[in-house]
């Protein structure tokens, strides 16, 4: 992905392909056997950008986005114009009331205080939406399926929360196997048989990135993946995705390194035989985790380049024997990417791809690709 006609920098490169997101929707949208697909935007987008994906999803058709946060939400709003519905995963603390109004920003409800609170605040804004967040064996945000019910049996409660959808997150979602995904989804499916009956018009989502892909029952009316939008493969069963993320470093230097010789602190990797060494302008303080030291790999020219010894701050050093034709200073290696894969990467670092992606550094410099660049 060099580019010629771009002065290479001292510093990493982040390409961030918007025709390739763009893609990705809808391939996702395709499998979402007949449920509308929304984005999950939060964390900046997983730390890509959330106004230049967000406004990317939209020309593809999403009309439904959620983010994590009222300021996330905020964001949103103006890239995205006045129609999209914005989802808050995080919910509505005290004192927030107004930055949900003025932005016209759709909290996720997880217990009964934040829709009193919720009920309250929207008294004067008839339109205010809202969504309920269920709990089905995840245990980290959500209200008992039992409190769900009675809050939307007990009151005209459509009427003075504006609640429109009630969702429910997967724990195991990205194992398909785990017996723990068909005792949520059969909870979620039989709260929303019944409130179903009773409330016309209220809709219903289970599914991230790999629910989708688990099947036509964990579909329901609207699906909200985030991960696979951006290239990463969550699950087994995902289909192949478009790479979104490119990240690469120029070389800074070359070093010839005989039998004996150690790289970086603390000495920790020591030269079994001559190798040929580039240092590159890319660590830890980029989002190029410590801990994928003598672990990960970059590719130049094709071929897989081990990191030797630790990752520092600012730099890591590559063994480019096997690449020696394409050494140059300022030559660019791939540390993500078509050549690199993000799953793989992740776990090289021992994490994930999702934890890559939203520690991307703000010294990495940017570049969007469009469907015409
Ligand atoms: C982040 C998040 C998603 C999206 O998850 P992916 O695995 O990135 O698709 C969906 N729902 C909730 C509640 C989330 O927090």
Redesign the pocket.
């Known amino acids: 992905m060099q580019n010629a006609a771009q002065d290479v920098l001292a510093r990493p490169r982040l390409t961030i392909d918007l025709a390739a997101a763009a893609a990705n929707y809808a391939l996702v949208k395709e499998r979402a056997h007949g449920a509308e697909a929304g984005a999950?935007i939060?964390a900046d987008a997983?730390g890509l950008g959330a106004e230049p994906l967000a406004r990317a999803f939209s020309a593809a058709g999403c009309t439904t986005f959620?983010v994590?946060n009222a300021e996330e939400g905020a964001r949103a709003r103006a890239a995205l114009g006045a129609t999209p519905a914005i989802y808050v995963?995080n919910g509505i603390l005290e004192g927030e009331a107004e930055t949900f109004l003025a932005h016209d920003l759709r909290p996720i409800l997880n217990d009964a205080w934040q829709v009193e609170l919720w009920a309250r605040a929207r008294a004067q804004s008839a339109h205010a939406r809202a969504a309920l967040h269920v709990d089905t064996g995840i245990n980290r945000?959500g209200m008992a399926t039992a409190l769900a019910r009675d809050i939307l049996e007990s009151r005209d409660a459509l009427n003075d929360t504006g609640v429109d959808l009630v969702?429910s997150?997967l724990a195991c979602?990205d194992e398909p196997a785990a017996p723990h995904n068909a005792r949520q989804r059969d909870a979620f499916a039989a709260l929303a048989d019944d409130l179903r009956a009773r409330h016309d018009g209220l809709r219903f989502s289970l599914a991230?990135?790999?629910g989708v892909w688990l099947g036509a029952d964990y579909a329901f009316d609207l699906v909200?993946?985030?991960?696979?939008l951006y290239g990463?493969h969550?699950s087994p069963l995902s289909p192949a995705l478009q790479t979104v993320v490119t990240l690469e470093a120029p070389i800074l230097q070359l070093r010839e390194l005989s039998k004996g010789d150690a790289v970086g602190y603390g000495a920790s990797w020591r030269a079994e035989h001559d190798v040929l060494a580039a240092t590159v302008a890319l660590g830890y303080a980029d989002g190029f985790l410590r801990a994928g030291g003598g672990r990960g790999y970059g590719v130049l020219n094709g071929v897989k380049c081990p990191i030797l010894g630790r990752i520092s701050m600012d730099l890591a050093t590559l063994d480019i024997s096997q690449a020696r034709s394409a050494a140059s200073p300022g030559a660019l290696i791939e540390f993500l990417g078509a050549n690199a894969d993000l799953d793989k990467a992740g776990a090289a670092a021992g994490t994930i791809g999702?934890e890559l992606l939203t520690g991307l550094g703000p010294r990495c410099a940017r570049q969007y690709l469009t469907a015409s660049s």
């Open positions: 999950t939060k997983y959620f994590a995963y945000l969702i997150h979602a991230n990135s790999a909200r993946p985030g991960y696979a990463g969550a999702y």
